[in-house]
């Protein structure tokens, strides 16, 4: 037995949420671009959320850019998915499983152009969601006349072109735009490419002042970890637990975020943002961004180096060994929380970290700590040096775990041995690739340097660290340098056991 509508109805309640039949009579009211499973985890597990409560009322159309694929799936079982939630929330273990019954149809943007356009005859329509990935928000010589024209902002272009033309260019028939792509500033960015579009296509002015004044591009912030489909095991033993068989079953991490910027008219028409806590519409998406960029990549990239070398391949594995989740907790919460170079209400910041503690030890999700370093140099520039002068300019003192961080990383970024155009590094006996375009610089200054003057050369050298010479920064120097000579001659596993003895904080 499939997951599908018709089957509801000999699907056991047992531990599953299943939807109402009357869910399938609600009307369509969101377009959506993409079919990924971060729109399944997240937005269109928020749709179905507030669905359930009688909120939002409304079901999604999902394009998606090519035949085959998922789409023969979708079809198969009306639109429905499970999703599997499952990691810790204020300490405590959650597990819940859902059908998720949103998704009304999906459509394919190679063969059924004509039907999508028709969507935008829909008096009902009133959002547009994206996740085309970050390469889906370029520019490129596009026709909107095409079916379909070939990029997804050409395909927005001429669905709301359409829209423009079914209601004579009425000012309630604009749409509220939320992308969802990686990239900051996505929904300005969207917009500018859109109207540069229509220019380029030759579109009326009067389409042009509707495009920009009955329209609203929102920047968003997604955060949610959603690993996809299980492996085939995890699939099965679901499966024979929920009695049917779904080809689209989604995992998902407990902890969800979509920040999204907008006003009143926007949350009035965005009314899922009632069903969960997780939506926050507010007028500047700021300080989210700094939290998440802060507390949890910050804190991922500082410690990856460390506990990579002390022979944890995962974040949950280094989190169950009380000494380096002592390290990873205090360096978040005593040194990066509160030099945080943005306002941040404190109480805020430590609720934040709490929920990333909680994301980290999560059973369910397999992080690597070798995929996190990949980058590494370029994310210690963005994520770790403002806030480590913030720290100087509040505390004008040595940050100590930031300082054992910068240590691993310079240990870390020590190269043996090259192979084709990478480097490895060497731990515990085993070689490891160095995934970072200064690679080779890394491996330059190791080898022209003296092993006691690593820290200064490296911390000194401006090209590193956008125009910034962190040698002048008060004992900071020295202070990796002795971290990383204690590293060199005692080993990491030793140097961690310190962190638990002395317990280190700011």
Known sequence: MIVSKFNLKNI???????????????PEKVLQFGTGVLLRGLPDYFIDKANRQGIFNGRIVVVKSTDGGDGAAFDKQDGLYTLCIRGIENGKTVEENIICSSISRVLSAKSEWETILQCAHNPNMQVIISNTTEVGIELVNDDI????????????????????????????????????????????????????QAHLNGLDNEFIDWLENCNTFCNTLVDRIVPGKPSAATKANLERKFGYNDDLITMSEVYRLWAIEGDKKVASVLSFAKAD??????????????????????????????????????????????????????????????????????????????????????????????????????????????????????????????????AAYLLFMKGVKKEGDTYYGQSNGQFYPIKDDKATFFHRKWQETKPSAIAEAILHDTYLWGGVDLSILPRFAEAVQEKLDDIIENGIASVIQQIKQKKIVA
């Not at 056991?12 to 609600?26: A, M, N, R, V, W």
């Open 145 to 196: 006349r095409r079916h379909p024209p070939v990029s997804f902002p050409g395909k927005l272009l001429a669905f709301l072109h359409e829209r423009y033309k079914a209601f004579d260019g009425s000012t309630h028939s604009g749409m509220v735009i939320v992308p969802t792509e990686l990239i900051t500033g996505n929904g300005k960015k969207l917009e500018s490419i859109v109207i540069e």
């Open 277 to 406: 806590p997780g939506v926050v519409i507010v007028p500047n998406i700021d300080m989210f961004k700094e939290l998440k960029l802060r507390l949890l990549n910050g804190t991922h990239t500082l410690s990856c180096g460390l506990a990579f070398l002390a022979g944890f391949d995962t974040v949950k594995n280094a989190m169950d060994d009380t000494a380096v989740s002592g390290y990873i907790t205090n360096l978040m919460t005593k040194e990066i929380a509160p030099a945080i170079p943005y306002k941040v209400d404190a109480k805020e910041a430590n609720e934040f970290a709490l929920k990333v503690l909680d994301r980290f030890r999560n059973p369910n999700i397999e992080h690597q700590w070798i995929s996190i370093t990949m980058n590494y140099t370029s994310k210690m520039e963005m994520r770790v040096v403002p806030v480590l002068l913030q720290y100087y300019k509040l505390f004008k003192t040595v940050p100590e775990n930031i300082a054992l961080g910068f």
């Open 12 to 26: 056991q309640p047992d531990g599953l949420e299943i939807p109402h039949e009357s869910i399938f009579d609600l």
